[in-house]
T-cell receptor, first 113, second 112 residues
Framework: KAGVTQTPRYLIKTRGQQVTLSCSPISGHRSVSWYQQTPGQGLQFLFEYFSETQRNKGNFPGRFSGRQFSNSRSEMNVSTLELGDSALYLC????????????FGEGSRLTVL | QKEVEQDPGPLSVPEGAIVSLNCTYS??????FMWYRQYSRKGPELLMYTYSSGNKEDGRFTAQVDKSSKYISLFIRDSQPSDSATYLCAMRGSTGGFKTIFGAGTRLFVKA
């Protein structure tokens, strides 16, 4: 069974640009969460989607947005990139929400110059 | 004060030692308690998953939850160099309003 797939794995952007990251969950998983991981802040929750609906959102500015499609695939977008947005962005899927039993992808490492 | 506190380490132990990793939390509504292991340049992988209080054992790993003290632990017996990784505790409530909160992670080194 294929795991969670995230693309791209690595990307470099400059300040002010925008970026879109993609996540394909494990087949049959309908819940997708996004996390930002940095050395200083650890894993910070961004959003959680289930059946195309955002169920929960973390404390991030409006520049961070996401969506989920009918096939459960998800994307997140960051607009007007700042240096502090450099991080590993992790997507996790679960069979159902509200359990914490998350299966993570390997992440998309974003560097903002 | 953070909702979940975890000593970032690093923790260095000799091969074969028993490792004890711990987290404390402040939100009494947390019901699900997890431990994830993260190798360098990889995503976290779920190691142990516990609902409410009690112990759970899986091979060399034992997870303990003490809700009265708001304290969870992960024990690794007969530690191996391959156990060298960052261990993250995580927890959440049981309703849709909750999100999974992670500790800072403890970096573990097991020396051969």
């Amino acid at each position: 069974k294929a795991g969670v797939t995230q693309t791209p794995r690595y990307l470099i952007k400059t300040r002010g640009q925008q970026v879109t990251l993609s996540c394909s969950p494990i087949s049959g998983h309908r819940s997708v969460s996004w996390y930002q991981q940095t050395p200083g802040q650890g894993l910070q929750f961004l959003f959680e989607y289930f059946s195309e609906t955002q169920r929960n959102k973390g404390n991030f500015p409006g520049r961070f947005s996401g969506r989920q499609f009918s096939n459960s695939r998800s994307e997140m977008n960051v607009s007007t990139l700042e240096l502090g947005d450099s991080a590993l962005y992790l997507c996790a899927s679960s069979l159902v929400p509200d359990t914490g039993e998350l299966f993570f992808g390997e992440g998309s490492r974003l560097t903002v110059l | 004060q953070k909702e979940v506190e975890q000593d970032p380490g690093p923790l260095s132990v000799p091969e074969g030692a028993i490792v004890s990793l711990n987290c404390t939390y402040s939100n009494s509504a947390f019901q699900y308690f997890m431990w994830y292991r993260q190798y360098s340049r990889k995503g976290p992988e779920l190691l142990m998953y516990t609902y409410s209080s009690g112990n759970k054992e899986d091979g060399r790993f034992t997870a303990q939850v003490d809700k009265s003290s708001k304290y969870i632990s992960l024990f690794i017996r007969d530690s191996q160099p391959s156990d060298s990784a960052t261990y993250l505790c995580a927890m959440r409530g049981s309703t849709g309003g909750f999100k999974t909160i992670f500790g800072a992670g403890t970096r573990l080194f097991v020396k051969a």
